[in-house]
């Protein structure tokens, strides 16, 4: 879908280039608020903040005067651009923005300006030394101070305990108006983002916390704005959709995360004398060779009322192996797409081999040295599916999925399926 802009040539006079801090304010049909709060954030970056910075006015679509009053604060006040769109849409103006921003930062703010602008350098400093990738204002924060009714109250703390169930996020507020993130890693991020409207803030958080970036939090001083526009009904079922949307494309593997996490990510520390993930891939290993051995102990003693140990035993062990060569792909190695599936698919078999060389030579064992075998059939069979569990972890780390290793060095762009 083709986006049109019609951009404001009284405001190019008056820009900044390169400035280190881009804040923009995406509006719809606010003629009234419009000018007070440029002027008064405006009257606050002169005075208080100590880096060059630009201020964007995206009008996405207004039918009022909204347009007229951007263009004659640009046209006022230096440092002030105006955008217009011909699409609304509060993520649909902030992609555009910042995908167009040559600022170092890009931050937004709604234009009530009900956050408490004392929190903006907190937000953005962090961002410019380097030390986070994005920054959001937060009013479930210790330390914030919020002013607001008990039913806006309720339905932000709802929708984040729904965020945190249906999505495992870990941040506290998605919904505050009052956000920050590098331009750097805006420029890897946003393209994979889908929503243009009120849920483009949460897609953003959600897919750079998944991405392994570093979100920094601020509590803030907020008071609510009676006069909202917001239609919390509206807004409510699209964030619903969109969580939906977004868990589908998680558990589907479409986005492009491992990329990003290569690109952007921050790997997690060294530890002398420890191969770096290998602690989390033994821990991820570990939980599906759990199930892998619950579910092949369940098939084995199914197939064993019907048959004799050894049939019961490779169809239990095949079974159970291809699809525990499936989960660790996934999983443990994080191996998305389709490419050398089948591949390793087949290196799974001659590990899958391996393991019932271990084990069918356990119960020939067993059968040999004792007349009563059926009694102690599985703990033996436990201890052969450890051993070969360790080492069927070593064969997929070092043989297996070594490729993937090999080959992260050289990561796919992010506009790329991985």
């Known amino acids: ?51 060059r910075f630009r201020i964007t006015i995206a009008d996405n679509a207004s039918t009022d005067r909204t347009a007229e009053v951007a263009d004659r604060m640009a046209a006022e ?15 649909r103006a902030l992609k555009f923005v910042w995908t167009h921003s040559d600022a170092t930062v890009l931050a937004y703010m709604d234009v009530d300006l009900s956050t408490d602008l004392g929190a903006l350098l907190p937000l953005v400093a962090p961002l410019i030394s380097g030390h986070s990738d994005l920054a959001i204002g937060s009013r479930l924060a210790r330390g ?3 002013v607001r009714g ?24 998605a919904q505050c108006g009052f956000k920050a993130i590098r331009a750097d890693v805006a420029t890897r991020l946003l393209p994979i983002i889908e929503d243009t409207g009120w849920f483009f803030d949460t897609e ?29 009904v509206a807004t409510a079922v699209a964030d619903l959709r969109g969580i939906a949307r ?17 690109q952007l990510g921050r790997n997690p520390l060294p530890v002398a004398g420890v191969p770096a993930g290998l602690t989390g891939q033994l821990l991820r290993f570990a939980a599906v060779g759990l199930a892998s051995t619950l579910a092949y102990l369940l098939l084995y003693a199914v197939l064993r009322t019907g048959a004799g140990p050894q049939w019961a035993n490779l169809v239990a062990l095949l079974i159970t192996a291809m699809a525990n060569t499936a989960a660790n792909r996934r999983l443990t190695f994080r191996v998305r ?12 078999l001659v590990v899958f081999a391996i393991g019932l060389g271990l084990t069918s030579g356990s119960l ?17 069979l436990v201890i052969a599916n450890l051993i070969a569990t360790g080492m069927r972890f070593l064969l997929m780390r070092s043989w297996v999925f070594r490729a993937t290793h090999t080959t992260t060095a050289n990561p796919q762009p992010c506009n790329e399926p991985a």
Do not use: C
């Open 1 to 51: 879908m083709s986006l049109s802009t019609l951009p404001s040539h009284s405001s190019e006079p008056m820009r900044v280039v390169d400035p280190v801090l881009d804040v923009v304010v995406p509006v719809h049909n606010e003629e009234i608020d419009l000018e007070p709060s440029v002027r008064r954030l405006h009257g606050y970056l002169q005075a208080e903040f100590p880096y």
């Open 77 to 91: 006040l230096p440092a002030v651009t105006a955008v217009h769109l011909a699409e609304k849409g509060r993520g």
């Open 144 to 146: 914030s101070r919020v």
């Open 150 to 173: 008990a039913k806006r109250e309720f339905i932000s703390r709802s929708y984040n305990l729904i965020l945190r169930g249906t999505l495992a996020a870990r941040f506290s507020d």
């Open 204 to 232: 953003m958080l959600v897919l750079a916390e998944r991405a392994g970036l570093r979100i920094h939090e601020v509590p803030v001083d907020w008071v609510d704005d009676p006069d909202s526009r917001v239609d919390i």
């Open 246 to 262: 977004l868990a589908r494309a998680l558990g589907a593997g479409r986005l492009p995360l491992a990329a990003l996490r290569e």
């Open 337 to 348: 797409g389709t490419d050398g599936a089948w591949r390793h698919q087949a290196q799974g």
């Open 364 to 380: 020939a064992l067993l059968h040999a040295l004792t007349d009563a075998p059926t009694r102690v059939e599985l703990g033996v």
